[in-house]
């Protein structure tokens, strides 16, 4: 059995390279806006003279096809445009968090070695690659054409880190086909047209975001709205004033906008919560409180973007993560690399659908830049890493993170299993489960919470935990701290978790059943 849909999805329409994803909206609604941010509204053709003129910079900067720029840019219009301009010389594209701090900037630039970067207000990077704002101005305002470059959809195109929560991180190499891919599936599957207004307050440094954004509503010709804040008021005052139709938001986000139904979200039809885990709790309250019933995803840096989704305007099913989109075909895999059948839970795997009208759509990613090169990925199906199953109709569940699984006493805990049940007190803002070594088990089981703000019970948490949990899956550990460290998706970051645990304030290290 498979992952494969049981319905008919919309048909493909044939990819152009990401130089010509402006023109089919060029050709019929040259004026209607392409992308709106902080600083402005660009049309469809002030985009494109836009992209022409950083094509144009790019090269006089001594940018060459292959060659890696590396932006590191708030979300406004001139990453767009400079997204686009890197496109058209056969630049390879690199985003880098604004967050990260020096050290990491500098060991993501080390990584894929750029020609360029592009650096804002927040780059911390420093050197003779270092483009500044106004030197990026000026490049801009004299640059002359750019030669044609010969466009190959299958050319190394983009890097996109991984998001580093547990480890170092990897640049993983995507060709324009990918690329575009996540948004010619969703266009067709959704029915969505000139009329998307589809807003992101995540960072586009992110390349899934970059590719959910301009890429995905040029191909539907509606307009991408760049949001530049993540606070409650900000995200609702873009979303109302913009007329956002389709928003993209983390869980915290979710939360915090279910404590403010004084909120107009007026114009919005649909709601995505990527970036983390959200409980079905929090998507019913939302949809109670604001109307549109939160979306479930789960996405790949590999893949990239977006692997599953609920369907458009159905409902969804309570625990999974949506239905995986036409073009792939996922399963879940034993240790000795044997598929399973539907529904039984190991390694989630992902190789391209062998059936339907999206077949042979997809490829894996390029692999990863390594020493100045592409180095390929193993053949055969992608492994993600993550523990889950996928049913006969092709709805996915994931239990958690392969590495993070907690061997207790010879049983597996998955983390995030844990997780949902605690996120479900209404006092809970997010919340990290590890484990914590023991000479006898190996590891017992550790939550680290932070609260709304409200009075946070530890031992209702555990009691809430041994009502819906196994014995061996409940916490033995509990600690509540002022904030958990995220990364520019809303992941916690997962390295330094015991530390929290043995350093907490408040009511510290203890045992849940205290």
């Known amino acids: 059995m498979s992952s494969r849909r049981t319905d008919t999805p919309a048909a493909p ?169 996540p948004g010619a599936v969703l266009v067709a599957t959704r029915g969505w047209g000139p009329g998307l207004r589809k807003g992101d307050s995540f960072p586009l440094t992110v390349l899934n975001l970059m590719v959910l954004s301009t890429l995905l509503t040029a191909q539907a010709g509606g307009c991408c709205v760049l949001m530049d804040r993540r606070d409650v008021e900000g995200v609702a005052d873009w979303i109302c004033a913009r007329r956002v139709t389709v928003w993209n938001g983390a869980p915290a986000q979710l939360h915090d906008l279910v404590r403010r139904p004084d909120l107009d979200l007026g114009p919005l039809r649909e709601v995505w919560s990527g970036g983390g885990d959200t409980p079905d709790t929090l998507r019913r309250a939302f949809a109670d409180t604001h109307g549109p019933v939160p979306r479930a995803t789960y996405g790949l840096t590999e893949a990239p973007a977006v692997v599953s989704i609920d369907p458009p305007g159905g409902p969804g099913r309570p625990g999974t993560s949506g239905r995986v989109l036409p073009h792939y075909d996922v399963a879940a895999y034993d240790d000795t690399g044997r598929r399973l059948p539907a529904g039984e839970p190991g390694e989630l795997r992902l190789e391209g659908a062998a059936a339907g009208p999206w077949a042979g759509a997809w490829t894996p990613m390029l692999g990863h830049w390594e020493r100045g090169g592409v180095r390929p990925p193993a053949p055969g199906p992608v492994a993600t890493g993550d523990i889950g199953s996928v049913d006969a109709d092709g709805w996915l569940t994931v239990l958690d993170r392969r590495k993070l699984v907690i061997v207790r006493g010879g049983a597996n805990v998955y983390p995030l299993e844990v997780e949902r049940v605690i996120a479900a007190h209404p006092h809970v803002a997010r919340v990290a489960v590890c484990g914590v070594p023991d000479e006898r088990l190996g590891e017992r089981v550790a939550a680290v919470v932070e609260g709304t703000g409200l009075a946070l019970d530890l031992r209702a948490l555990a009691a809430l935990c041994r009502r819906e949990l196994s014995p061996y899956k409940v916490p033995e550990f509990w600690a509540q701290v002022d904030a958990l460290p995220v990364n520019a998706m809303g992941k916690v970051r997962r390295t330094g978790l015991a530390e929290l645990l043995d350093g907490a304030a408040g009511p510290g290290r203890r045992p849940g059943g205290a």
Not at 14 to 26: F, G, K, N, S
Not at 129 to 152: I, K, L, S, Y
Not at 153 to 168: E, H, K, M, N, V
């Open 13 to 181: 329409a044939a990819l152009r390279p990401i130089a010509q994803v402006l023109e089919a909206a060029l050709d019929r609604r040259p004026d209607a806006p392409a992308v709106e941010a902080a600083s402005g509204v660009w049309s469809y053709s002030r985009l494109d003279a836009r992209a022409h003129r950083a094509a144009g910079a790019l090269w006089a900067l001594g940018v060459r096809p292959g060659d890696r720029v590396v932006a590191c840019l708030p979300n406004d219009l001139d990453i767009v445009a400079a997204f686009h301009g890197a496109q058209r010389v056969g630049a390879v594209w690199a985003g880098m968090g604004e967050v990260l701090t020096a050290g990491e900037q500098e060991e993501l630039c080390h990584l894929c070695e750029p020609a360029v970067v592009l650096a804002g207000p927040r780059c911390r990077v420093e050197g003779r690659v270092r483009v500044d704002p106004d030197r990026w101005r000026a490049a801009t305002a004299r640059a002359g054409p750019a030669p044609r470059v010969e466009q190959d959809l299958d050319a190394p195109a983009a890097i996109a880190f991984t998001s580093g929560t547990s480890g170092r991180p990897k640049a993983v190499v995507h060709s324009q086909r990918n690329l575009l891919l």
